[in-house]
């Protein structure tokens, strides 16, 4: 008796918790139902039913929807052996989230292309290297290389570098510049800088291109040179200071293909007390109201400022000071300084 009224009871409490079950789900049915009718009612009627952008979407699952594609990069630089010099080192700096194939690739004075064994840099890795170790053993004794390059799959600058010639005339070491080769347009490149007494300023091009180009080089003592280069060969340009120290410059016209020559130089005395890097720039992409510079230091040194008007007209330029507090409502301004036309002036 006992045995049968229990499962009577364990039948009854089954079937009491199948109807709450159906209960529960019979509320979420209307409720849902309910919340569909209240929206419904409360969109304007003429709204038409909208449909996803694929644009949107394809903007939203890409980290960079404004950058250009993965394609094939190159940066490239004219010079990386230098007599004056007592060594060379690159550095790899990766910018990338994945592992990355790069190519380095030599370029001999003459123009010969030395294409080098793979390097596989890793994700966010900076990599400290001597740059003749990437040759083969026997290319790494010979002096007469010009330009180099590294190339990859990826996007544009997530493979980076950093060159440095090392002790330049036992001195101190300086530091070159890497070109993205697809931003390589300029037909013309300015350059203007202090050169101290008994100085030289070292120039090279390097040919980017698969074809001969040429250039002139016009010097602010009015001395003008002419190059011819082969492919992918480099020249290098010696210009010394004549007397004292003096405000130099330089303008390279590109009368082959506009971008076919990348520019790099250095200025160096004899007994290395004094070296510094010699930067160019597209006077046409170049053109702004003000130019800014900071940690410009004047405790313990003999600071040097080179000014150099590009244009065909008279320019003043107003330097002015803003010191290290943050203070910039109040700033230290110099006297306003007249520039003639294409003219360079050493300020300070």
């Not at 994945?98 to 890795?125: H, I, M, Y």
């Not at 060159?163 to 890497?178: A, H, I, K, P, T």
């Not at 510094?276 to 230091?297: D, T």
């Not at 320019?315 to 300084?337: D, H």
Request: positive net charge; contains cysteine; hydrophobic residues 35%.
């Amino acid at each position: 008796m006992q045995s049968h009224s229990t499962h009577r009871l364990s039948r009854s409490l089954l079937a009491f918790a199948i109807c709450v079950a159906m209960l529960i789900v019979s509320y979420v049915q209307v409720a849902f139902t309910y919340s569909r009718y209240v929206q419904q009612q409360s969109a304007p009627a003429s709204t038409p039913e909208t449909k996803p952008d694929p644009k949107l979407k394809k903007e939203k699952n890409h980290p960079c929807p404004n950058c250009a594609p993965p394609g094939d990069q190159e940066i490239y630089m004219p010079l990386i052996d230098l007599p004056e010099s007592q060594g060379s080192e690159m550095v790899f700096n990766s910018r990338s989230p994945k592992t990355v194939t790069v190519t380095p690739t030599f370029f001999r004075r003459d123009g010969l292309v030395l294409v080098c064994n793979p390097v596989e840099v890793q994700s966010t890795e900076i990599r400290y290297a001597d740059i003749k170790q990437l040759l083969p053993e026997q290319y790494r004794r010979e002096h007469n290389w010009g330009g180099f390059s590294l190339s990859y799959y990826g996007s544009n600058r997530e493979i980076w570098s950093q060159f440095r010639f090392l002790r330049v005339n036992g001195g101190s070491n300086v530091d070159e510049f890497f070109t993205v080769k697809g931003e390589s347009q300029a037909q013309e490149l300015q350059a203007a800088w202090w050169a101290p007494e008994l100085s030289e300023s070292i120039l090279a091009l390097g040919n980017i291109s698969d074809t001969a180009t040429s250039a002139t080089l016009d010097f602010g003592d009015n001395s003008v040179r002419s190059v011819y280069l082969q492919p992918h060969a480099t020249e290098i340009v010696h210009n010394k200071t004549k007397s004292g120290q003096t405000a130099q410059s330089v303008v390279i016209n590109v009368t082959g293909a506009a971008g076919s020559i990348v520019p790099t130089g250095l200025i160096t005395t004899k007994d290395g007390r004094y070296n510094s890097v010699i930067r160019f720039y597209n006077p046409q992409s170049a053109k702004q109201p003000n130019l800014y510079a900071n940690g410009f230091r004047l405790a313990h040194v003999t600071p040097h400022m080179v000014l150099r008007n590009t244009t065909d007209a008279p320019l003043a330029a107003t330097p002015k000071f803003i010191p290290l507090s943050g203070a910039a409502a109040n700033p230290v301004v110099s006297s306003e300084i007249i520039l003639a036309p294409m003219k360079q002036r050493k300020w300070i």
